[in-house]
Each structure stands twice: as C-alpha cells, then as structure tokens.
C-alpha cells in the first residue's frame, strides 16, 4: 500500500484514441506530480500542481493535457499519442511545494501506456 | 538548466561485494534525495541530504552530501539480494521550487548469490 494508487496499470491505445490516467493520493498532501519513465533516461517531471494550481508544465506536447480537480486527485488526458510516448507514467505527491526543504515524494506504482 | 548525472549506469557485484554510486549536479543544491526503485515497482523514498558534508547512514547504507552541495554518493557495505534495483539520486535546487526534483538516470545495481 503506497498511499497513492494510480489506474489503470497497463494501457494500450491506439494513435487516434482519447483516454485519461488517474492517480489519487490518500496522504493528506497538497503537491502532486505527473512523470514519465522511459528505458534509459531519467525520471523526467512533466507536470507539477500545488494547491491545485498547477506550477509546471516542462515542455510537455499539448497532446498531454492534466487535470487537477482537488489536491486529492490527478488526472491526465491523452489524445493522438505517438509511439514515443510508450513508457511508464508515474504519479507522485509531497506534502507542497515552496516552503518546506523536508519535501519526500511518495509515488504510484505507475500506468505502463503502449502505443500502438 | 539544472542537470544531474549519476555514474555507474550499471552495476553487477557478487553478495558481499560493496557497492557506491556516484551524483554530481551542475548547479549547487539546496538538498539531495535518494530513492529505489526495485524492479517493475516505483521508486520509494529513502532519504534526504540538507547540510554540506552531511554523512547519513541507515544500516548498511552511508549516504554523503558534497561540502559544495553539488555532488553526493551512496555506499552500501556487504550488498545481499535483497539490494537490488535502481538507484536515483534527486537534485533540489529550493527556492521557490522547494520540491520540484531533477532526478539522476540511476545506478542499475544487479547482486549475484
């Protein structure tokens, strides 16, 4: 038990589908983050919401499109993947952003997302 | 921007052997965090580094923070099965982006019985 649960786990789709990653965090936190994992590269941040604002979007294609409704959960909305986009998709959440030094991330187990 | 490397990308000691690996950032950090990540799971937080020259150990891990905040390593004596996985260190620059990590491509760390 991670404390923050992602769904689904694996997910295949096509190039012209539209579908949504959902991450909810149990832990009382006010940050959460969106991270894509590739073989053979670093974490990389795409998205960062504390207090429900989101405060970054790293250069994320427009074709990722995150949601998020309350500090509880996270979403983020798919359309016209490509292929590169394959990877394992990872939620995380910290307690917030821009005060504390003292920030440990607390992540998902991840959605592994296959383009077809 | 902010860049963190991580060295050795690979790893394969036999049990018993010690294990380091190596984080260096090209910007000088307000803190350093260390995860594993065993494999096909997600990474799991295992500790943060705030003061230059700081010295940590959990067991038979020994983590070091640089005296220039800019680099860090993490040093498991006497490695078991159990070890296994990746490794990332995690670079903090504060501010006001107390939080926002850039994460190292990680130490794959394979032990052999």
């Known amino acids: 038990e991670t404390g923050v649960t992602q769904t689904p786990r694996h997910l295949v789709m096509g190039m012209t589908n539209k579908k949504s990653l959902k991450c909810e965090q149990h832990?009382?936190?006010?940050?959460m983050y969106w991270y894509k994992q590739s073989a053979k590269k670093p974490l990389e941040l795409m998205f960062v919401?504390?207090?429900?604002?989101?405060?970054e979007n790293n250069s994320v294609p427009s074709r990722f499109s995150p949601e998020c409704p309350n500090s509880s959960h996270l979403f983020l909305h798919l359309h016209t993947l490509q292929p590169e986009d394959s990877a394992l998709y990872l939620c995380?959440?910290?307690?917030?952003?821009?005060?504390?030094?003292?920030?440990?991330?607390?992540f998902g187990d991840g959605t592994r997302l296959s383009i077809l | 921007g902010q860049q963190v490397m991580q060295i050795p990308q690979y790893q394969h000691v036999q049990e018993g052997e010690d294990f380091t690996t190596y984080c260096n950032s090209s910007?000088?950090?307000?803190?350093i965090q260390w995860y594993k990540q065993r494999p096909g799971g997600h990474p799991v937080f295992l500790i943060q580094?705030?003061?230059?020259?700081e010295v940590k150990k959990q067991k038979r891990l020994t983590f070091q923070f640089g005296e220039a905040k800019k680099n860090s390593s993490l040093h498991i004596t006497a490695t078991q099965t159990t070890d296994v996985g990746t490794y990332f260190c995690?670079?903090?620059?504060?501010?006001?982006?107390?939080?926002?990590?850039?994460f190292g491509q990680g130490t794959i760390l394979t032990v052999h019985p």
């Open positions: 995380a959440s910290s307690q917030e952003m821009g005060t504390y030094s003292n920030q440990p991330q607390h």
């Open positions: 832990l009382g936190h006010n940050a």
């Open positions: 919401y504390n207090f429900k604002e989101q405060t």
């Open positions: 910007t000088t950090l307000s803190n």
């Open positions: 580094l705030v003061k230059s020259g």
């Open positions: 995690a670079g903090d620059a504060g501010g006001t982006s107390y939080g926002k990590l850039t």
